[in-house]
């Protein structure tokens, strides 16, 4: 069965540095999808980045890229120019491409910190 | 356009008695998905729905969870006879098609006294 593992219960990272979130996971699968998501207080889990195991490149939306390193099964959260607004629980998840349900996989979650 | 949007945002209710969650998913998303989230941890799967049917409710952790979508829209979650266990953050979420990117809705935090 896949997992997905975050050791960092909680991060804080000074407004305007950058930041790393870690992930691990594990597979035997070879195509299959990961996802960053982040929740804040209102609970709503809002997507931040996607990435295809496929694609050699790493996906990148604005202040947010990972670092998505297969061989390994890592996949990390770069955040840079952190912003007050970052602060809230991340979640890591894994899904494959072509389970029956599609579900999500998710780590435990860390929380960042934004010191300001 | 309107996001996934969940009701009630919060419930409070006694061990033993009756709760409906209800998920109303995007418009025009056929799959629906229903996650429990318990504090401090992640989401865990509970049921899929494609279209009106149950793809997969192998995440229902007993029978006394039960869930529907009659029209392939709107659903919800039904728990009976609930336990104290039984409290934690509901999440739904929904995708244009199976496979396609999860939206989720803000979660209905239930909390059995």
């Known amino acids: 069965a896949q997992t997905v593992t975050q050791s960092q219960p909680e991060m804080s990272v000074q407004e305007a540095e950058t930041v790393t979130l870690s992930c691990t996971y594990d597979?035997?699968?070879?195509?299959?999808?990961l996802f960053w998501y982040k929740q804040p207080p209102s609970r709503q889990m809002i997507l931040v980045i996607r990435?295809?195991?496929?694609k050699q490149q790493n996906a990148t939306e604005n202040r947010f890229s990972v670092n998505f390193q297969k061989a390994a099964k890592s996949f990390s959260l770069k955040i840079s120019d952190s912003q007050l607004g970052d602060a809230a629980m991340y979640f890591c998840?894994?899904?494959?491409?072509?389970?029956?349900?599609?579900?999500?996989?998710w780590g435990a979650g860390t929380k960042l910190i934004i010191k300001p | 356009g309107a996001g996934v949007s969940q009701t009630p945002s919060n419930k409070v209710t006694e061990k033993g008695k009756y709760v409906e969650l209800r998920c109303d998913p995007i418009?025009?998303?056929?799959?629906l998905y229903w996650y429990r989230q318990s504090l401090g941890q992640g989401p865990e799967f509970l049921i899929y729905?494609?279209?009106?049917?149950?793809?997969?409710d192998s995440g229902l952790p007993n029978d006394r969870f039960f869930a529907v979508r009659p029209e392939g829209s709107v659903s919800t979650l039904k728990i009976q006879r609930t336990e104290r266990g039984d409290s934690a953050v509901y999440l739904c979420?929904?995708?244009?098609?199976?496979?396609?990117?999860?939206?989720f809705g803000p979660g209905t935090r239930l909390l059995v006294l």
């Open positions: 729905f494609q279209g009106t049917g149950a793809a997969d």
């Open positions: 990435q295809e195991a496929y």
């Open positions: 597979t035997s699968e070879s195509d299959y999808y």
């Open positions: 418009s025009g998303h056929t799959a």
């Open positions: 979420a929904s995708s244009y098609s199976r496979g396609g990117t999860q939206y």
């Open positions: 998840a894994y899904r494959r491409p072509m389970d029956s349900n599609y579900q999500l996989i």
